[in-house]
C-alpha cells in the first residue's frame, strides 16, 4: 500500500484533470455559472464510473506486467497494477499518461466496489423478505466482494449462526485474523450503503495517496447523502423519544409506581394502543402491524437471567417429536431453541426444544395480540426475524 502511493496520487491528478475536479479557478477568483455548471457535469460523469478501465484492458496489463500471476485479493492486485503502470510511464517522463491510465484503474477499482454492493443489497433485501439461506449466501459473496476491492487490508463478510440465528460479521484484517462480532439486519444497509455511493473505496484510496486534492471535492455528494440520512435518523431518534415521554407523562406511569409495574402498565398501553391501530387499518397493513407486534414484544421482554447452555439443546431423543425432523432442520431448530429460551424464562433446554417442536408441528398457530405466538398450549414470546424460517419448516411438517 506504501509503494502503490505514487501511482495513487497520479491517478487522483488524473481524476482531477480529466473530470474538472479542482480545477479552473485561480485563488481568489469569483466563481462564474460556467464554472458550476462544468463542475457539476465533471462530477456525474465521475461519479458514473467514466473512463474505467475495461476487462480486456485489465487482461492486457496483466499479461505485459506478469500480474496475471500474482495471488492476491482484488483491491492489493488492483494497487499493484496502478504502482506497475504509473512507475512504467514515470520513468519514461511521460506524466500524462501516467495519470490517465492509474486513474483508469482506480475507477475501475470504485465500479467493482459499487457493482458489488448494489448486487448485496438486492440479495440482503430478498433474504429479508423471504428467509431464502441462497439470497443470504449471495448477499455474503457480494459484500465479501465488495470489500477485497477495497484497498484498506481488511476484508468482511456476514454469515448466520447456526445455533443462535443472529448475523454475524467476520473480519479478516491484514494480518489475516478473523475477528466476528454479532450485528443488527438492520445495520447491513448502512455499511453497503458506504459502498454503493463509493465513500468508502474513496477513503481508502486518499489514505494512501496522502492527496494535495481535498476528499470532499470529489466525493461531496455521497457525502452529503451520509449526512442527511444520519440527520433524518437523530430527527426521528428525537421524536421517538419525546412521543415516549409524553407517552408516560399523559398516562401518569412515573409516578408512584415501580419499574416492573411501570413497565407492565406501558406495555399494556402500548397494546391497547396497537389493537385500535390493528382494528381501523386496512387488511394490507395488518401483517406489518402483527409484525410490529411481535417485534415490541422482543424487545421489551427481558432475556433470562440464567443464559441455557446450547451444547444442552439436544435433538429430541426420548420427546414425542423424536425422529420425526431431518438432522439439518434439527440444528436449524436447535438454533431457534436457543433463541427462544432466552426471552422465555420459563422454558429449560429440553422445554424450548419441545416448544419449538410444537410450533414446527402443530396444525395451526395463533399470533396473540399481546405479540405473542401460540401453539400446543404454550404461549412464546417469539423473535420475528426467525418467522420466515419457521414458515419454512412448517411447510414441511405442519400437523405430523
Known amino acids: 500500500m506504501r509503494q502503490a502511493s505514487t501511482g495513487v496520487r497520479a491517478g487522483i491528478d488524473g481524476l482531477a484533470r480529466i473530470f474538472g475536479v479542482g480545477q479552473g479557478q485561480q485563488q481568489g477568483a469569483m466563481p462564474t455559472p ?48 496502478i504502482d506497475q503502470v504509473a512507475q512504467y510511464y514515470l520513468l519514461r517522463g511521460e506524466k500524462d499518461k501516467a495519470e490517465a491510465a492509474s486513474a483508469a484503474l482506480l475507477q475501475h477499482g470504485a465500479l467493482q466496489v459499487k457493482q458489488a454492493a448494489t448486487m448485496a443489497s438486492a440479495a440482503f433485501a430478498h433474504w429479508q423478505e423471504t428467509g431464502d439461506p441462497a439470497a443470504l449466501e449471495h448477499a455474503s459473496q457480494f459484500i465479501q466482494r465488495a470489500h477485497q476491492y477495497i484497498p484498506d487490508g481488511t476484508d468482511l463478510k456476514i454469515d448466520i449462526d447456526p445455533r443462535t440465528r443472529q448475523i454475524v460479521a467476520t473480519t479478516i484484517g491484514s494480518d489475516g485474523q478473523p475477528q466476528q462480532q454479532v450485528i443488527d439486519p438492520q ?40 449526512l442527511l440520512a444520519q440527520q433524518q435518523a437523530e430527527q426521528y431518534k428525537y421524536e421517538r423519544n419525546a412521543q415516549g415521554e409524553q407517552y408516560r407523562h399523559d398516562r401518569g406511569l412515573s409516578e408512584g409506581l415501580s419499574a416492573g409495574e411501570r413497565s407492565k402498565n406501558a406495555n399494556a398501553q402500548w397494546f391497547a394502543d396497537w389493537g385500535q391501530r390493528f382494528a381501523a387499518a386496512p387488511a394490507e397493513q395488518k401483517p406489518a402491524l402483527v409484525q410490529e407486534a411481535q417485534q415490541y414484544r422482543w424487545d421489551n421482554t427481558p432475556d433470562r437471567q440464567r443464559p441455557i447452555d446450547s451444547a444442552s439443546l439436544g435433538d429430541f431423543e426420548g420427546t414425542p417429536f423424536d425422529g420425526k425432523f431431518d438432522s439439518a432442520d434439527v440444528q436449524t431448530m436447535q438454533g431457534m431453541a436457543g433463541a427462544l429460551a432466552v426471552k422465555n424464562g420459563a422454558l429449560d433446554a429440553v422445554g424450548a426444544m419441545n416448544a419449538i417442536g410444537a410450533l414446527v408441528t402443530a396444525p395451526d398457530f395463533k399470533l396473540l395480540p399481546d405479540g405473542r405466538v401460540s401453539a400446543g398450549g404454550l404461549n412464546l414470546v417469539f423473535n420475528p426475524a426467525l418467522m420466515p424460517g419457521l414458515n419454512q419448516l412448517r411447510q414441511r411438517y405442519k400437523g405430523q
Open 34 to 81: 460556467e464554472d458550476h455548471a462544468r463542475v457539476q457535469h465533471g462530477a456525474m460523469r465521475f461519479a458514473r464510473g467514466e473512463g474505467a478501465a475495461t476487462p480486456q484492458e485489465i487482461k492486457e496489463i496483466d499479461q505485459v506486467t506478469g500480474m496475471d500471476q500474482v495471488d492476491a485479493d482484488p483491491g492489493m492486485k488492483n494497487l499493484m497494477r
Open 187 to 226: 445495520a447491513v444497509p448502512q455499511l453497503l450503503g458506504q459502498a454503493m455511493d463509493g465513500s468508502a473505496y474513496w477513503k481508502s484510496v486518499y489514505q494512501i495517496a496522502q492527496p494535495r486534492l481535498a476528499e470532499q471535492e470529489i466525493s461531496q455528494q455521497g457525502q452529503n447523502q451520509r
